[in-house]
C-alpha cells in the first residue's frame, strides 16, 4: 500500500512513515523553503497544475523530515466532522475516533489536504485556527482544544487552472500559508524524471517530453490542460512494456487529455511525427 | 445527361414536356418577377431537350425556392440547364441547396452569386467526390502546427501551398492521391513544411530584404535550396514526419532532383546550416541553374507577402512587448514604473542551451538580475519575434513608459465634434466617471450613456438557428440538465425521507455522554440551490459587421436554450458607442424578462454599431448587478476586439480604463470573464481579467457552441 493515504481506520500513525526515499527532484529551492515553512511552524500551500509532481514531493517531504503522512483528497461531501472525528457506538459504549486530521495533530504529522477547494465550506472553520499561529485544532463534540506539537504540519493544495468562479479559494484562507508554486519541469529535468521513474531509454524519453510540449501549446486552443508529467511517466511505462510509442502515447496521453475528434486527430499526428 | 432514355423508362417517367408546358409551369411561380421584358420562355425553350425526370425535378425546386423568394427561384430556372449539363441529379440538388442556406444566412445577392458559380460549384464537387475539402481538415491542421509549436498559424484556402508566416494557403481540395487517408498525409506534408519554413528561419527579417532585391529567379532558387534544408532538420526535429514526406515522394513517384542540388542538399544538411546559406547559394546559382520541377507539397513562394506581414508584425509586437514588460515590471517591483529607473534597462536575456530550439539556444527573462518565470503573453510574444529577427534586440525589453501610448489615426472623413451637435442633451442619461491614467486619476462625469432597446426583428432568424443546430441544442440541453439535475444528499437534516445513520450515532453518543441531543437525524434529497445571477455584455461595435455578428446572435440563442434549462438568473445587454457624449446599451434581456418572444425578436435584431467603450459599460453594467440578490455574481464580456473609441479611446488609455472598471466590479464581489475571438487578445487580455479569467475563440463558426460551454465551466 502506498503511504500516508487513509482508506480505513486501521493504520496507526506511526505505519503512515515512509521508510524508503521517495524519488524525488528538485524543480528550484521548494525543499529548502518547506524545510524552513516546517520549523517555524508555518502553513504550506501548494499551487499547481495536476500531475507536476505535489503528492510526490509531499512523500519526499515527510520522508526527509521523518514525520507520518496523512493525506486527505478532498471531495464535496467531506465536512469538519470527517476531518476531526466523531463518537461512534460500540457495544453499547460510545468511542471517540479521531479524524485524519486530529491524528495528524495528535502524533506531530504532516497532514496534506489534497484538493482544498473541493471540500465543503465548514472545513475552513477547523482548518483556519491550526493555520494561524494559534495552532489548535477545535474539537467541537468533545468541547475540547487539541494543541499542535511543534513538529505538526499542515498542508493544502490547490490548482488555480481551474476556472470555475465557484471554486476559488478564500482570500482568508490561502493568506494564511506560505505558497509554494509548482509547475511542470524543465525539458531537461523532465526528462530524467521519466527516465527514471520507468527505466526508458534517453532518446525516447526526450521525444516524449517534447511531445509534452507539443501538448503544452494547445492550452488554451481547445485544450484545457497539456499532458502533465504523471501522463508522461504513465505513456514510457507503456513503451517500456513493449507498446510503440505511437500507440503509447494516444492510450496514456491522447485520450486522456481529450474527447474531441479534431483534437485527437491533432495529437495523434503531432506524435506521429515526433517517433 | 439529356440522352434519350430507353422505352421502358420512358413510358414510365412520361414523355418531356414541351416549352410552352414548362413555361407555363414556371409562370405559376414567377409571376412576381416577371413581366414583359421578362419571360420564363428562355428557360422553358432550353429545359425542354431534358428528359422528364429532370425537368420535375427542376420544377419542384423551383417551387420550394419561390417560397423563399421568387427571384432566387427564377434564377435557377435560368441556370439550371447548364446546371444539368455539368452534374448529375445529386450534385444539382447539392448545388440548390448550399444556394437555400446562403439565402438563410446571408440573403439573396449572395444566393443568387453562389447560383451563378455553378461551374465553379460542379468542379469542387468532383474533386471533393475523389478528394479530400481542406474545410474537412483545416481544424486537425490548425492544432497539428499549434502543438508543433511557434506562433499560431491560421489554415486558409489559396490555390497552391504558400504562407505568409501567419496563415497557410492550401489547396481548398486535394485529389493526386486515390483516397482521403493519401490526401489527409499530402495536407499534413503542405502544413509541416511551410510550419518548418516559419520556425526553421526561412523568413527571417534581414535574409527577406536581401531575398527582395536578388529577384524572382533568385527567390524560386532559394526556395527550392530551403526545401532541401528544412528536410533535413525535419529528420532530426520530426523523424516521423520526414518519412511521411519519403512515403508521400514515393506513391507519387517523385523524380530526384538532377545535381547540382544533392550536393548541396548534402552541405545543407549539416547542423550548422543556416537560411544565409541558403541564400547564398541562390544568389551564386540565379541564371546558372535550372529550378527543379516543384514537389507536390511544395509552391511558388511570396516574398512579398511575407515582407508585409512581418513589417506590421514586427512593429505591433515591438510595442506590445514594451507594454507588458512595462506591467511585469510593475506587478515585480510592485511600484509604477519609474521612467528614470527604466533607463537601466531592468530587463535581460540570458541564453540557455537548448538543442531542440531552431537556434540551439532559448532565452531566460531577468528582471534586475533575478530570473523571472514570464508570463504566457510574454512568451508568446518572445518566441514570435525569436521567430523574425533570430534574437530580441535590446530596444524591445525597454519597457513602455507611461506616457507612451499609441494615439492611433483618426478615422478619415468624420469629425469627431459633429457628434457633439444638436442631437444631445444629458438629462434622462447617466454618467460615469472615467480613469484617465496618465493623470492617475477619474475624469468625474465624463461618459453620458443611454440604455436602448435594441429594435426587435422578426425574420425567423432564432427558428433558423435551432434548427440548424438541432443537434447541439439537444446536446446543450443535456448537458445543462446535469448539471442542474445533480441531486444532493442533505446530511443532519431536521426532516428528510430517510434516516441518517451517522448523525443517529453520533446523537446518541451525544446523548450517552450527557450533552443535548441534536434533531438533525435526517438525510433529505434536494437539488442544490444555483444561486448565480449572470449578466452577458455584448459587443455590438461596427468591427462585429458580417459572420461575427451573426455568430454572437446564434451564441445567444444557444446561450439562452442552456440558461432556460438551468434556470440561472441572466440579462443581456449590446453596447456600442461613439464618442464619450454618446455612449449606448442596448437592452436586450433583463433580469426580470422572460425569454419571451420579444426577446427573441431583439437577438434577432441585433445589429453592428459604432464603437467599444468599454469602461463605461462594465461600470454600468456592475451597478445594475450591485442590485441583484445571488451568492455569485458573474459579468461576462463577448467581445471582438480591444477597447476602442473615436475620441481617444484607445491603446493604453482605453485599456488601462477598462482595467480599472473590472477593478471596481471585482470590488463590488463580482467575477469578470471575458470570451473573445480576437487572437491578439492574448497580447491584452490577462492584464484586464487575469489570467484563468478569459477565453479566445480561434474559430469564430465555433462561438455558438463555445459561449455555452464555457459558461458551464465556469459555474460547475
Ligand atoms: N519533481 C519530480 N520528481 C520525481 N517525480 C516526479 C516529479 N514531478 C512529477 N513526478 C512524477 O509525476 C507523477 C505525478 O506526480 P504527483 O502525483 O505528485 O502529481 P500531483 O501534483 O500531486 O497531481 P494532482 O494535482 O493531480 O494530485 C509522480 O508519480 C512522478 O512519477
Ligand atoms: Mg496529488
Same mark, same amino acid.
Request: aromatic share 8%; net charge negative; charged share 30%.
Given at each position: 500500500?502506498?503511504?500516508?493515504?487513509?482508506?480505513?481506520?486501521?493504520?496507526?500513525?506511526?505505519?503512515?512513515?515512509?521508510?524508503?526515499?521517495?524519488?524525488?527532484?528538485?524543480?528550484?529551492?521548494?525543499?529548502?523553503?518547506?524545510?524552513?515553512?516546517?520549523?517555524?511552524?508555518?502553513?504550506?500551500?501548494?499551487?499547481?497544475?495536476?500531475?507536476?509532481?505535489?503528492?510526490?514531493?509531499?512523500?519526499?517531504?515527510?520522508?526527509?523530515?521523518?514525520?507520518?503522512?496523512?493525506?486527505?483528497?478532498?471531495?464535496?461531501?467531506?465536512?469538519?466532522?470527517?476531518?476531526?472525528?466523531?463518537?461512534?457506538?460500540?457495544?453499547?459504549?460510545?468511542?471517540?475516533?479521531?479524524?485524519?486530521?486530529?491524528?495528524?495533530?495528535?502524533?506531530?504529522?504532516?497532514?496534506?489536504?489534497?484538493?482544498?477547494?473541493?471540500?465543503?465550506?465548514?472545513?475552513?472553520?477547523?482548518?483556519?485556527?491550526?493555520?494561524?499561529?494559534?495552532?489548535?485544532?477545535?474539537?467541537?463534540?468533545?468541547?475540547?482544544?487539541?494543541?499542535?506539537?511543534?513538529?505538526?504540519?499542515?498542508?493544502?493544495?490547490?490548482?488555480?487552472?481551474?476556472?470555475?468562479?465557484?471554486?476559488?479559494?478564500?482570500?482568508?484562507?490561502?493568506?494564511?500559508?506560505?505558497?509554494?508554486?509548482?509547475?511542470?519541469?524543465?525539458?531537461?529535468?523532465?526528462?530524467?524524471?521519466?527516465?527514471?521513474?520507468?527505466?526508458?531509454?534517453?532518446?525516447?524519453?526526450?521525444?516524449?517530453?517534447?511531445?509534452?510540449?507539443?501538448?503544452?501549446?494547445?492550452?488554451?486552443?481547445?485544450?484545457?490542460?497539456?499532458?502533465?508529467?504523471?501522463?508522461?511517466?504513465?505513456?514510457?511505462?507503456?513503451?517500456?512494456?513493449?507498446?510503440?510509442?505511437?500507440?503509447?502515447?494516444?492510450?496514456?496521453?491522447?485520450?486522456?487529455?481529450?474527447?474531441?475528434?479534431?483534437?485527437?486527430?491533432?495529437?495523434?499526428?503531432?506524435?506521429?511525427?515526433?517517433? | 445527361?439529356?440522352?434519350?432514355?430507353?422505352?421502358?423508362?420512358?413510358?414510365?417517367?412520361?414523355?418531356?414536356?414541351?416549352?410552352?408546358?414548362?413555361?407555363?409551369?414556371?409562370?405559376?411561380?414567377?409571376?412576381?418577377?416577371?413581366?414583359?421584358?421578362?419571360?420564363?420562355?428562355?428557360?422553358?425553350?432550353?429545359?425542354?431537350?431534358?428528359?422528364?425526370?429532370?425537368?420535375?425535378?427542376?420544377?419542384?425546386?423551383?417551387?420550394?425556392?419561390?417560397?423563399?423568394?421568387?427571384?432566387?427561384?427564377?434564377?435557377?430556372?435560368?441556370?439550371?440547364?447548364?446546371?444539368?449539363?455539368?452534374?448529375?441529379?445529386?450534385?444539382?440538388?447539392?448545388?440548390?441547396?448550399?444556394?437555400?442556406?446562403?439565402?438563410?444566412?446571408?440573403?439573396?445577392?449572395?444566393?443568387?452569386?453562389?447560383?451563378?458559380?455553378?461551374?465553379?460549384?460542379?468542379?469542387?464537387?468532383?474533386?471533393?467526390?475523389?478528394?479530400?475539402?481542406?474545410?474537412?481538415?483545416?481544424?486537425?491542421?490548425?492544432?497539428?502546427?499549434?502543438?508543433?509549436?511557434?506562433?499560431?498559424?491560421?489554415?486558409?484556402?489559396?490555390?497552391?501551398?504558400?504562407?505568409?508566416?501567419?496563415?497557410?494557403?492550401?489547396?481548398?481540395?486535394?485529389?493526386?492521391?486515390?483516397?482521403?487517408?493519401?490526401?489527409?498525409?499530402?495536407?499534413?506534408?503542405?502544413?509541416?513544411?511551410?510550419?518548418?519554413?516559419?520556425?526553421?528561419?526561412?523568413?527571417?527579417?534581414?535574409?527577406?530584404?536581401?531575398?527582395?532585391?536578388?529577384?524572382?529567379?533568385?527567390?524560386?532558387?532559394?526556395?527550392?535550396?530551403?526545401?532541401?534544408?528544412? /528536410? &533535413? @532538420?525535419?529528420? *532530426?526535429?520530426?523523424?516521423?514526419? =520526414? #518519412? $511521411? +514526406?519519403?512515403? !508521400? %515522394?514515393?506513391?507519387?513517384?517523385?523524380?530526384?532532383?538532377?545535381?547540382?542540388?544533392?550536393?548541396?542538399?548534402?552541405?545543407?544538411?549539416?547542423?550548422?546550416?543556416?537560411?544565409?546559406?541558403?541564400?547564398?547559394?541562390?544568389?551564386?546559382?540565379?541564371?546558372?541553374?535550372?529550378?527543379?520541377?516543384?514537389?507536390?507539397?511544395?509552391?511558388?513562394?511570396?516574398?512579398?507577402?511575407?515582407?508585409?506581414?512581418? /513589417? &506590421? @508584425?514586427?512593429? *505591433?509586437?515591438?510595442?506590445?512587448? =514594451? #507594454? $507588458? +514588460?512595462?506591467? !511585469? %515590471?510593475?506587478?515585480?517591483?510592485?511600484?509604477?514604473?519609474?521612467?528614470?529607473?527604466?533607463?537601466?534597462?531592468?530587463?535581460?536575456?540570458?541564453?540557455?542551451?537548448?538543442?531542440?530550439?531552431?537556434?540551439?539556444?532559448?532565452?531566460?527573462?531577468?528582471?534586475?538580475?533575478?530570473?523571472?518565470?514570464?508570463?504566457?503573453?510574454?512568451?508568446?510574444?518572445?518566441?514570435?519575434?525569436?521567430?523574425?529577427?533570430? /534574437?530580441?534586440?535590446?530596444?524591445?525589453?525597454?519597457?513602455?513608459?507611461?506616457? $507612451?501610448?499609441?494615439?492611433? %489615426?483618426?478615422?478619415?472623413?468624420?469629425?469627431?465634434?459633429?457628434?457633439?451637435?444638436?442631437?444631445?442633451?444629458?438629462?434622462?442619461?447617466?454618467?460615469?466617471?472615467?480613469?484617465?491614467?496618465?493623470?492617475?486619476?477619474?475624469?468625474?462625469?465624463?461618459?453620458?450613456?443611454?440604455?436602448?432597446?435594441?429594435?426587435?426583428?422578426?425574420?425567423?432568424?432564432?427558428?433558423?438557428?435551432?434548427?440548424?443546430?438541432?443537434?447541439?441544442?439537444?446536446?446543450?440541453?443535456?448537458?445543462?440538465?446535469?448539471?442542474?439535475?445533480?441531486?444532493?444528499?442533505?446530511?443532519?437534516?431536521?426532516?428528510?425521507?430517510?434516516?441518517?445513520?451517522?448523525?443517529?450515532?453520533?446523537?446518541?453518543?451525544?446523548?450517552?455522554?450527557?450533552?443535548?441531543?441534536?434533531?438533525?437525524?435526517?438525510?433529505?434529497?434536494?437539488?442544490?440551490?444555483?444561486?448565480?445571477?449572470?449578466?452577458?455584455?455584448?459587443?455590438?461595435?461596427?468591427?462585429?459587421?458580417?459572420?461575427?455578428?451573426?455568430?454572437?446572435?446564434?451564441?445567444?440563442?444557444?446561450?439562452?436554450?442552456?440558461?432556460?434549462?438551468?434556470?440561472?438568473?441572466?440579462?443581456?445587454?449590446?453596447?456600442?458607442?461613439?464618442?464619450?457624449?454618446?455612449?449606448?446599451?442596448?437592452?436586450?434581456?433583463?433580469?426580470?424578462?422572460?425569454?419571451?418572444?420579444?426577446?427573441?425578436?431583439?437577438?434577432?435584431?441585433?445589429?453592428?454599431?459604432?464603437?467599444?467603450?468599454?469602461?463605461?459599460?462594465?461600470?454600468?453594467?456592475?451597478?445594475?448587478?450591485?442590485?441583484?440578490?445571488?451568492?455569485?455574481?458573474?459579468?461576462?464580456?463577448?467581445?471582438?476586439?480591444?477597447?476602442?473609441?473615436?475620441?481617444?479611446?484607445?491603446?493604453?488609455?482605453?485599456?488601462?480604463?477598462?482595467?480599472?472598471?473590472?477593478?471596481?466590479?471585482?470590488?463590488?464581489?463580482?467575477?469578470?470573464?471575458?470570451?473573445?475571438?480576437?487572437?491578439?487578445?492574448?497580447?491584452?487580455?490577462?492584464?484586464?481579467?487575469?489570467?484563468?479569467?478569459?477565453?479566445?475563440?480561434?474559430?469564430?463558426?465555433?462561438?455558438?457552441?463555445?459561449?455555452?460551454?464555457?459558461?458551464?465551466?465556469?459555474?460547475?
Amino acid at each position: 500500500m502506498e503511504p500516508g493515504i487513509v482508506t480505513g481506520q486501521t493504520l496507526r500513525p506511526e505505519e503512515y512513515f515512509v521508510e524508503t526515499e521517495p524519488y524525488y527532484e528538485p524543480v528550484g529551492d521548494e525543499i529548502e523553503v518547506f524545510e524552513a515553512a516546517w520549523r517555524n511552524q508555518l502553513p504550506v500551500l501548494l499551487k499547481g497544475p495536476t500531475g507536476c509532481g505535489k503528492t510526490r514531493f509531499m512523500e519526499h517531504m515527510a520522508w526527509r523530515l521523518k514525520r507520518p503522512l496523512i493525506t486527505v483528497s478532498c471531495h464535496d461531501d467531506l465536512t469538519a466532522s470527517d476531518l476531526v472525528g466523531r463518537f461512534l457506538v460500540a457495544g453499547g459504549e460510545t468511542v471517540w475516533v479521531d479524524g485524519p486530521l486530529a491524528r495528524a495533530v495528535r502524533c506531530g504529522g504532516i497532514c496534506y489536504l489534497d484538493e482544498i477547494v473541493e471540500a465543503r465550506k465548514d472545513t475552513t472553520v477547523v482548518i483556519h485556527p491550526l493555520a494561524d499561529d494559534r495552532r489548535v485544532l477545535p474539537m467541537e463534540k468533545r468541547g475540547e482544544l487539541l494543541k499542535a506539537p511543534p513538529e505538526f504540519c499542515l498542508a493544502i493544495s490547490y490548482n488555480p487552472g481551474y476556472q470555475s468562479v465557484l471554486k476559488d479559494l478564500k482570500q482568508s484562507t490561502r493568506q494564511r500559508f506560505v505558497a509554494l508554486e509548482f509547475d511542470y519541469p524543465e525539458p531537461e529535468l523532465e526528462r530524467r524524471i521519466v527516465e527514471k521513474e520507468t527505466g526508458i531509454e534517453p532518446e525516447l524519453a526526450e521525444r516524449l517530453v517534447k511531445f509534452a510540449h507539443m501538448t503544452r501549446n494547445l492550452k488554451g486552443s481547445g485544450l484545457d490542460e497539456g499532458a502533465s508529467t504523471r501522463l508522461l511517466v504513465q505513456a514510457a511505462k507503456l513503451i517500456v512494456s513493449g507498446i510503440p510509442p505511437v500507440a503509447a502515447c494516444r492510450a496514456a496521453v491522447a485520450q486522456a487529455l481529450t474527447d474531441d475528434p479534431e483534437m485527437l486527430a491533432a495529437i495523434h499526428e503531432l506524435s506521429a511525427s515526433l517517433f | 445527361m439529356a440522352a434519350v432514355p430507353p422505352p421502358a423508362a420512358r413510358a414510365l417517367e412520361g414523355e418531356p414536356l414541351s416549352a410552352a408546358a414548362i413555361e407555363a409551369r414556371l409562370d405559376e411561380h414567377l409571376d412576381l418577377v416577371l413581366s414583359s421584358r421578362r419571360t420564363a420562355a428562355g428557360p422553358a425553350r432550353e429545359l425542354a431537350a431534358f428528359s422528364r425526370a429532370e425537368q420535375e425535378l427542376v420544377l419542384r425546386w423551383v417551387a420550394v425556392l419561390a417560397a423563399a423568394h421568387a427571384e432566387l427561384a427564377y434564377q435557377f430556372a435560368s441556370l439550371a440547364p447548364r446546371a444539368l449539363r455539368l452534374m448529375d441529379e445529386a450534385g444539382v440538388e447539392a448545388w440548390v441547396r448550399q444556394a437555400m442556406d446562403t439565402y438563410d444566412s446571408a440573403g439573396l445577392y449572395p444566393a443568387v452569386a453562389a447560383l451563378r458559380e455553378v461551374e465553379a460549384f460542379a468542379e469542387r464537387a468532383r474533386a471533393r467526390a475523389a478528394g479530400l475539402a481542406l474545410e474537412e481538415v483545416a481544424g486537425v491542421l490548425e492544432r497539428y502546427v499549434r502543438g508543433l509549436g511557434g506562433r499560431p498559424l491560421k489554415v486558409e484556402a489559396g490555390e497552391a501551398p504558400w504562407t505568409d508566416t501567419e496563415t497557410l494557403h492550401l489547396p481548398p481540395v486535394l485529389g493526386v492521391l486515390g483516397d482521403r487517408e493519401g490526401n489527409f498525409r499530402l495536407y499534413k506534408a503542405m502544413a509541416v513544411c511551410l510550419w518548418a519554413q516559419c520556425w526553421f528561419g526561412t523568413w527571417r527579417a534581414p535574409l527577406l530584404a536581401r531575398l527582395r532585391e536578388a529577384g524572382a529567379e533568385a527567390a524560386a532558387l532559394y526556395a527550392a535550396l530551403e526545401a532541401l534544408r528544412l /528536410e &533535413a @532538420r525535419l529528420a *532530426r526535429a520530426l523523424p516521423g514526419a =520526414r #518519412r $511521411e +514526406l519519403d512515403t !508521400l %515522394a514515393a506513391a507519387l513517384a517523385v523524380a530526384p532532383w538532377p545535381e547540382p542540388w544533392p550536393e548541396a542538399a548534402r552541405r545543407l544538411a549539416a547542423p550548422e546550416a543556416t537560411a544565409a546559406d541558403s541564400l547564398e547559394l541562390a544568389l551564386a546559382w540565379a541564371g546558372r541553374v535550372a529550378l527543379p520541377p516543384p514537389r507536390p507539397w511544395e509552391g511558388p513562394p511570396r516574398p512579398e507577402a511575407v515582407a508585409a506581414v512581418l /513589417e &506590421a @508584425r514586427l512593429e *505591433r509586437e515591438r510595442r506590445s512587448l =514594451r #507594454r $507588458e +514588460l512595462a506591467a !511585469l %515590471a510593475e506587478e515585480q517591483r510592485g511600484a509604477v514604473p519609474d521612467p528614470v529607473r527604466l533607463e537601466a534597462a531592468p530587463f535581460t536575456l540570458e541564453r540557455i542551451e537548448d538543442p531542440a530550439a531552431p537556434e540551439g539556444f532559448t532565452f531566460r527573462l531577468e528582471l534586475d538580475g533575478q530570473p523571472i518565470e514570464p508570463p504566457e503573453e510574454v512568451r508568446g510574444l518572445l518566441t514570435s519575434i525569436v521567430q523574425d529577427l533570430g /534574437e530580441i534586440p535590446e530596444e524591445y525589453l525597454v519597457p513602455a513608459g507611461p506616457g $507612451e501610448y499609441d494615439a492611433g %489615426a483618426q478615422p478619415a472623413g468624420r469629425d469627431p465634434r459633429d457628434v457633439w451637435k444638436g442631437m444631445y442633451h444629458e438629462e434622462g442619461a447617466h454618467l460615469h466617471d472615467e480613469w484617465d491614467y496618465r493623470r492617475g486619476h477619474y475624469r468625474k462625469r465624463w461618459c453620458v450613456l443611454r440604455e436602448l432597446d435594441v429594435h426587435p426583428v422578426r425574420d425567423g432568424f432564432v427558428e433558423r438557428t435551432l434548427r440548424r443546430h438541432r443537434g447541439l441544442v439537444a446536446s446543450l440541453r443535456r448537458t445543462f440538465e446535469a448539471l442542474r439535475g445533480e441531486d444532493r444528499l442533505l446530511r443532519r437534516q431536521p426532516e428528510g425521507e430517510e434516516v441518517d445513520i451517522d448523525a443517529l450515532v453520533e446523537a446518541y453518543a451525544d446523548a450517552a455522554t450527557g450533552q443535548e441531543m441534536t434533531d438533525r437525524l435526517f438525510v433529505r434529497k434536494r437539488r442544490e440551490e444555483r444561486n448565480i445571477a449572470v449578466l452577458f455584455m455584448v459587443d455590438m461595435s461596427g468591427s462585429t459587421k458580417g459572420w461575427i455578428n451573426d455568430a454572437e446572435r446564434e451564441a445567444l440563442v444557444l446561450l439562452c436554450e442552456s440558461l432556460e434549462t438551468l434556470g440561472d438568473r441572466y440579462a443581456i445587454y449590446g453596447f456600442s458607442g461613439m464618442t464619450r457624449k454618446r455612449c449606448e446599451l442596448y437592452r436586450i434581456k433583463r433580469f426580470d424578462e422572460p425569454y419571451s418572444d420579444e426577446v427573441r425578436a431583439r437577438i434577432s435584431g441585433i445589429r453592428p454599431q459604432d464603437y467599444t467603450r468599454m469602461g463605461v459599460a462594465i461600470r454600468h453594467l456592475t451597478g445594475m448587478l450591485r442590485e441583484v440578490e445571488a451568492r455569485t455574481k458573474l459579468l461576462v464580456t463577448l467581445s471582438d476586439g480591444k477597447p476602442d473609441d473615436f475620441d481617444g479611446y484607445r491603446g493604453t488609455y482605453g485599456i488601462e480604463d477598462t482595467r480599472m472598471a473590472l477593478v471596481e466590479a471585482r470590488r463590488e464581489g463580482i467575477h469578470p470573464f471575458c470570451i473573445t475571438i480576437d487572437r491578439e487578445a492574448r497580447d491584452y487580455l490577462p492584464h484586464l481579467y487575469g489570467p484563468a479569467n478569459y477565453v479566445v475563440v480561434d474559430e469564430v463558426r465555433k462561438l455558438p457552441f463555445k459561449v455555452s460551454d464555457v459558461y458551464r465551466k465556469l459555474t460547475s
